[in-house]
């Protein structure tokens, strides 16, 4: 006895429901990691831009100690102005520059640390937090008077 074409489509019945059983973990697996992939990308640039500004209004502020509060809240400025919440927020500013006498070449720096938070991505295999640095560098001006 040949089996006919119809027996044989029966035979298939159930494996489009099985091929996606298997095939749905890995694709929403590689979906997932896409979109932390996405967050953490547009977070660096996020903190990039924060540390340039940073780097900046310190570069203009008339003091160290300005150049310092100035860099904090530039920074916060500019992460707010991009929608990125840190959970934990450090600017450093290295003002040794400031020290430097009127008429020589000096530069500030300053870094940037987020704590950026992915605990709304929550899934096995993802950590809860993510640490993002940046630095940046400016110059002061040469024949501006520093202290």
Do not use: K, Y
């Not at 509060?69 to 040794?96: F, K, P």
């Not at 950026?116 to 991505?121: A, E």
């Not at 295999?125 to 002061?140: H, M």
């Amino acid at each position: 006895m040949t089996s006919t074409g119809s027996d044989q489509r029966s035979n298939d019945r159930g494996s489009a429901a099985i091929e996606a059983a298997v095939l749905a973990p890995p694709l929403l697996a590689l979906i997932a990691l896409a979109i932390v992939g996405g967050r953490l990308q547009v977070a660096g640039g996020a903190i990039e831009a924060a540390a340039h500004d940073a780097a900046r209004a310190a570069s203009i502020s008339r003091t160290a100690a300005d150049a310092q509060t100035n860099a904090h809240n530039a920074a916060s400025a500019t992460l707010t102005q991009q929608g990125l919440h840190c959970a934990s927020l450090t600017v450093t500013v290295n003002t040794t520059g400031f020290a430097v006498p009127v008429g020589q070449p000096a530069t500030v720096s300053a870094s940037v640390t987020c704590v950026v938070d992915l605990s709304d991505l929550v899934a096995d295999g993802v950590p809860g937090t993510r640490t993002i640095t940046s630095t940046f560098v400016s110059a002061l001006d040469s024949f501006r008077a520093r202290s």
